[in-house]
């Protein structure tokens, strides 16, 4: 447990306003203020009601926190109980900031207000600890500030073929670079995969593989030192300069001259 206070308390050197990536989960409420965060390379303007979660692998920073208040939490993947609030925190697709209607505000700030208190008197009294009352009163958090979303317009069909595409793409797409490779291993054909995701994510299936390719290529150049041609290594390009080809076709600018505009260095 923290809050925006204690963070800037803790980071004199405001190392916040550079790109991490943390390998936990970070949820924040802002209870005043105004200010911008960014994740993954798109920015979101705080104010009262706006919440942030960035989830494990995400590259972010607290591009303007200096007027905020408000808690920030921090969990390990694993902690949520097993459940919707844990579909709900391994989603890694989900967006990083939403702003929550009033209604819903009061009941997730009594939430995290609850799991602050628990979370305060576990570490004045160790005899008051409880890991399960912590982890549920985080679940109900979770739940309050992640609310269900609208069913897709996809088919019902579609919706499991595309789910199934999606988990097989954060699986293995540092592997595979072609649908096909996804077709046979899911057992649907190119045209199956390509119309369920249209449905449901508005793109086909191979757009939908490069953006999630040069996401984790963005990262790579933000947030490490690694050369071009390492991050190429490590998205599975047989060399760099197919690589360089890749990410000037899809961002417009070659590998190096992106990482100098984000990296923030």
């Keep these: 447990m923290l809050n925006f206070e204690g963070l800037r308390r803790m980071d004199p050197g405001r190392r916040r306003v550079r ?16 200010g911008r ?12 009601r706006s919440v942030v979660w960035i989830r494990p692998g995400v590259v972010h920073r607290w591009t ?6 408000g808690p ?25 900031g939403r702003r ?24 004045a009294d160790p005899r008051l600890a409880s890991p399960a009352v912590l982890a549920h009163l ?33 699986e293995h ?16 054909g190119p045209r199956t995969l390509t119309r369920a995701t249209r449905a449901a ?3 086909g299936a191979k757009r939908f593989l490069d953006q999630r390719i040069l996401l984790e290529a963005k990262r790579l150049l933000a947030h490490t030192d690694l050369p071009v041609a390492r991050c190429a290594e490590r998205l599975g390009f047989d060399d760099a300069a197919n690589f360089t080809t890749f990410f000037q076709r899809q961002e417009g600018l070659s590998p190096g001259r992106w990482r100098t505009a984000h990296s923030g260095r």
């Design 19 to 34: 790109p991490q990536r943390p390998d936990f989960h970070v949820l924040a409420l802002v209870r005043s203020g105004t």
């Design 37 to 48: 965060h960014t994740a993954d390379f798109v920015d979101q303007d705080l104010r009262e």
């Design 64 to 69: 303007d926190v200096d007027d905020l208040d």
């Design 72 to 96: 920030l939490i921090l969990f390990e993947q694993g902690f949520v109980p097993a459940g919707p609030a844990a579909r709900a925190a391994a989603d890694a697709f989900a967006p990083a």
């Design 100 to 123: 929550l209607d009033e209604p819903t505000w009061k009941l997730s700030v009594r939430a995290a207000d609850h799991l602050a208190q628990e979370h305060a008197a576990a570490v």
């Design 138 to 170: 985080l679940a109900a958090l979770v739940l309050r500030v992640h609310p269900a979303e609208p069913p897709a317009p996809a088919a019902p069909a579609d919706q499991t073929v595309f789910r199934r595409y999606r988990a097989a793409v954060e």
């Design 173 to 188: 797409f540092t592997r595979w670079h072609h649908v096909g490779d996804y077709a046979r291993a899911l057992g649907h």
């Design 201 to 203: 994510a508005g793109v």
